[in-house]
């Protein structure tokens, strides 16, 4: 019988892949020092190739992000925040991205460094939906089977798994009973736009640090809409010292080599931008998901300019055009336009109109949960000029019912105050379509200017909108949220009450 011989490896090869082997094993677990060493690392290990160039003014590349996350907890100072005191902020932080953007991806990418580096760390994902939350631990379950399985304590399983290390993380759902009772370091909220409200305030209070690590709450989305979760968070997150890492698709699509860019559909917006790319999106995928979307749509989604303003009621209300340096003119008439309320907010707008017919609103008052004579101080405070040289102050007709416990009204608790109010009664929708005329005339031309002081009433300008079912077209009255819906109608009752009265004419017959 003829013995059949097959090639073998020397023996020196043998353990020079075992040697191999074990460096590569010994280099998994071995934590990244430095941001090039976690990017080559995650490239090594995962196959992914973060995208580390930012394109666009005040924007960041997705590895800026994956850096903080995972460095904030090693005290090197690098992540430091921009306080004077140098001191270090918790590890909050916001991710604004466009769509295929790898905002899940990377989150998950986050999840498994903090569950490899940092022992006894908790995680939690918490989705804008059951398939949200899914998306990110898929991701993870994936990596953790790129031969990460060694640094599992046990199976992996649908809902969580567990680190031999002691940490851990677990799937929540979208409800508030899932947060609620939460003790954890680390929570990413992935497309929080979609969250329900009541559980995004539950979920605020269950981050602690511990053992060295630092509690973070991420919140990682597009921005959609103009008045949601995202959109506040945004404003807010100056003020709170919490970085955003925002990116767009100039900073994830790939290079663009040897294309004719005079005839690109997309120049108008890349300008060049795609040549110095370091991202995965291919440009043609691009290309075809511009022309099958709307304009607005494409802005929000994928360079991230602005949120869709397609359910917004003041969609050509623009800053930049209509928000200036407005100050009180001794020359011109003063009125005061009022908007009652309590536990929502009392509004107080001062305008003027100019020789020109533009109308100016030169100062706002906004304040919840004070009484009709601290509201009376404080307007005649804030008035620039004597009170018997106020043209008018407006006010919202329902005003002027009595109260069943007070027997008074209002309007006439005012007047007792020395505040002399007037009201027209009127429809919303006609004084919505006054205050659209004022912003952009069928002629094209603006005749409203708003005081930058005026913070409230330009954030309710942008953000009055209609309910989400998208009836607007249908006739359908714009939501009364008790937020943004109070400044308008303050500015409604201005336009629909300093509008000239028909005169009265006699026929005969």
């Known amino acids: 019988m003829t013995e059949m011989m097959y090639p073998c490896a020397e023996p020196t090869d043998v353990l020079k892949a075992a040697k191999a082997k074990t460096v590569y094993d010994m280099l998994r677990r071995s934590r990244p020092r430095s941001r090039a060493d976690l990017k080559r690392y995650v490239k090594i290990f995962l196959g992914i190739d973060v995208p580390d160039v930012k394109l666009c003014p005040d924007h960041s590349s997705p590895m800026d992000y ?27 932080c916001i991710v604004w991205a466009n769509r295929a953007g790898g905002k899940t991806e990377l989150a998950a990418v986050a999840t498994l460094l903090d569950g490899l580096f940092k022992p006894d760390c908790q ?4 989705g804008g939906s059951g398939e949200q939350s899914s998306r990110m631990y898929e991701y993870l379950t994936t990596f953790l089977h790129k031969g990460f399985e060694g640094a599992l304590a046990g199976p992996v399983r649908k809902g969580g798994c567990r680190f031999a290390n002691g940490a851990g993380v677990e799937v929540l759902t979208q409800s508030a009973t899932s947060v609620r009772g939460q003790h954890v370091q680390k929570l990413r909220c992935d497309e929080v736009e979609l969250f329900d409200e009541e559980v995004f305030a539950a979920a605020k209070f269950t981050t602690l640090s511990r053992d060295g690590i630092r509690a973070g ?6 921005m959609h809409r103009p008045y949601g979760i995202m959109q506040r968070e945004v404003s807010a997150a100056a003020n709170a010292g919490v970085p955003i890492f925002k990116w767009c698709l100039w900073e994830t699509i790939e290079r663009c080599v040897g294309r004719n860019c005079s005839q690109c559909p997309l120049w108008g917006d890349c300008q060049g931008r795609a040549q110095q790319a370091t991202g995965y999106l291919r440009i043609d995928d691009c290309i075809a998901q511009m022309r099958r979307s709307s ?13 869709s303003l397609e359910n917004i009621v003041f969609s050509e209300f623009d800053p930049a055009a209509h928000v200036g340096e407005v100050d009180y003119d001794p020359n011109l008439p003063l009125y005061r336009t009022l908007d009652f309320g309590f536990v929502n907010p009392f509004v107080c707008l001062w305008v003027q109109v100019d020789h020109e017919g533009t109308v100016r609103v030169i100062d706002e008052y906004v304040r919840s949960r004070a009484t009709i004579d601290v509201h009376a101080t404080q307007i005649k405070t804030q008035t620039p000029c004597a009170e018997e040289q106020v ?15 007070t027997g008074t009204s209002t309007v006439r608790e005012l007047r007792s105050l020395g505040i002399a109010t007037r009201y027209r009664k009127s429809g919303i929708v006609a004084g919505i379509e006054l205050i659209r005329r004022a912003i952009r005339s069928g002629a094209g031309a603006s005749s409203l200017v708003v005081s930058a002081r005026c913070c409230r009433l330009i954030e309710a300008m942008q953000c009055y909108h209609y309910p989400d079912s998208g009836a607007a077209a249908l006739g359908e009255l714009p939501l009364k949220d008790g937020v943004y819906d109070h400044p308008i109608d303050a500015l409604r009752y201005f336009f629909i009450n300093h509008q000239p009265r028909p005169k009265t004419t006699t026929r005969r017959y």
């Open 123 to 126: 995680i939690r994902i918490l």
């Open 217 to 222: 709450m991420e919140l990682i989305s597009t």
């Open 295 to 307: 304009r607005s749509g494409w802005e929000a989604e994928m360079l991230c300019i602005r949120p």
């Open 391 to 405: 043209s008018a102050t407006f006010c919202d007709p329902a005003g002027a019912g009595a109260n069943d416990i």
């Open 66 to 92: 994956l850096w903080r996350s995972f460095n904030v907890d090693f005290d090197d100072g690098s992540c430091r925040t921009n306080r004077t005191d140098g001191t270090y902020s918790n590890a909050d």
